[in-house]
């Protein structure tokens, strides 16, 4: 067996476990917010592993990136998923990507008649590699490259902005 058959086999495997509950309590934040959590070492313990979480979607902010699929021009759409409500009483979340649309359906809003609340499930990322060749992203214009949670979490003023920017569910 290769390093890559193994590790196809390792994220199956982690794939096929029962989802874990992230779901904040209120007052309180994400696991990877705990003081003392390291991001790289929660990152690689949680890699490929299904989560889930309660909340409902907050389709007033949500952001569409620009992307190609098998050549075709389309969209990825960006939602905030709110959670919890922080010590202050503040809607807090997480950012969800909702997957791919292509570019002529992009404005007719299929994904509003599924579900608005409840509980979802997904894996958590932290969003697209930055390279020199990565075109900026343009919130003025409202034109969108490249999935960065901080970014998208700052420009859809999540409260908790800071734990809402290192990952997002896929």
């Known amino acids: 067996m290769n390093l890559i058959d193994s590790f196809d086999d390792n994220r199956t495997s982690l794939l096929a476990q029962a989802a874990i509950d992230i779901t904040p309590k209120n007052a309180s934040g994400f696991v990877w917010s705990k003081p003392g959590q390291n991001l790289e070492q929660f990152e690689s313990?949680?890699?490929?592993?299904?989560?889930?979480?309660?909340?409902?979607?907050?389709?007033?902010k949500e952001i569409q990136v620009e992307k190609m699929h098998n050549n075709e021009k389309g969209v990825e759409i960006i939602t905030p998923f709110l959670t919890h409500l922080n010590e202050k009483g503040e809607e807090c979340g997480i950012l969800v990507n909702r997957g791919w649309v292509?570019?002529?359906?992009?404005?007719?809003?299929?994904h509003y008649t599924g579900v608005t609340s409840g509980e979802i499930t997904g894996v958590?990322?932290?969003?697209?590699n930055k390279t020199k060749?990565?075109?900026?992203?343009?919130p003025t214009i409202d034109r969108?490259?490249?999935v960065n949670p901080y970014d998208i979490s700052l420009?859809?003023?999540?409260k908790n902005q800071d734990e809402a920017g290192q990952f997002m569910l896929l």
């Open 133 to 138: 060749y990565s075109i900026p992203n343009e």
């Open 102 to 110: 292509p570019h002529d359906l992009k404005d007719l809003k299929y």
């Open 144 to 146: 969108y490259h490249y």
């Open 45 to 60: 313990d949680y890699s490929f592993k299904k989560v889930k979480v309660r909340g409902i979607f907050d389709h007033t």
């Open 155 to 158: 420009i859809t003023q999540m």
């Open 124 to 128: 958590l990322y932290r969003g697209d």
